[in-house]
């Protein structure tokens, strides 16, 4: 009987050093250690640098006319019309103003007045220009300042109608633009001369 109370009291003991040790094993605790695999990190976007003082970003501008230059054609190509009359004078660097409609009783095409200052003008002077426009007229309006200009006598009076000028005429004519300038300023009938031709009537 005392023996197997001392056999039951070794087990006993036996079992709970070996509960003892169990336990101590599994507390062992162990350094972290480094995971293999490393994160790749991203740097941080760095803001932009200011631009330097003085520059700026480049951008399209508008071309600004200088004082004194010509103007460029805003419709480009041979003068064939009123329009393109008026492009070419301005082109030239002079000040062209609309004044009116003016109208002659033996030309077809309705006229404008324009009044020209600057450039090589000594002074400002007024000329008309009469516009053949096909839809205006109905008609063809080339062969119609054509007509127009062989009713013109040389010497700038038309052939229908009799005329009393102010001073004297002088009549160009380019494509379907008829120009009549009343006056003997030789800078005008230059400027005339270049951009229209020499005049086909006057005096």
């Not at 490393?38 to 200088?66: D, I």
Request: hydrophobic share 40%; glycine share 10%.
């Amino acid at each position: 009987m005392k023996m197997a109370s001392r056999l039951f009291v070794l087990g006993v003991v036996m079992l709970i050093g070996l509960v003892a040790c169990g336990q101590a094993g599994g507390t062992t605790s162990t350094a972290p250690t480094a995971s293999s695999s490393t994160a790749q990190v991203k740097p941080s976007p760095q803001p932009a640098s200011p631009a330097p003082a003085g520059l700026t970003t480049p951008q399209q501008l508008e071309p600004t006319a200088q004082p004194g230059a010509p103007v460029v054609s805003s419709h480009g190509g041979p003068i064939k019309d009123h329009v393109s009359f008026v492009d070419h004078l301005r082109a030239t660097g002079l000040t062209v103003d609309i004044v009116g409609d003016v109208q002659q009783p033996f030309l077809r095409a309705k006229g404008t007045q324009l009044h020209l200052s600057g450039g090589d003008l000594k002074q400002p002077v007024d000329i008309q220009s009469y516009n053949y426009d096909d839809t205006d007229l109905g008609t063809d309006g080339l062969a119609a300042a054509q007509a127009d200009a062989a009713q013109i006598e040389p010497n700038g009076m038309p052939k229908t109608t009799n005329v009393q000028w102010n001073a004297a005429p002088h009549w160009f004519r380019t494509e379907r633009v008829i120009v009549l300038y009343l006056g003997d300023d030789p800078a005008v009938l230059g400027l005339l001369t270049t951009l229209l031709g020499p005049q086909f009537a006057g005096q």
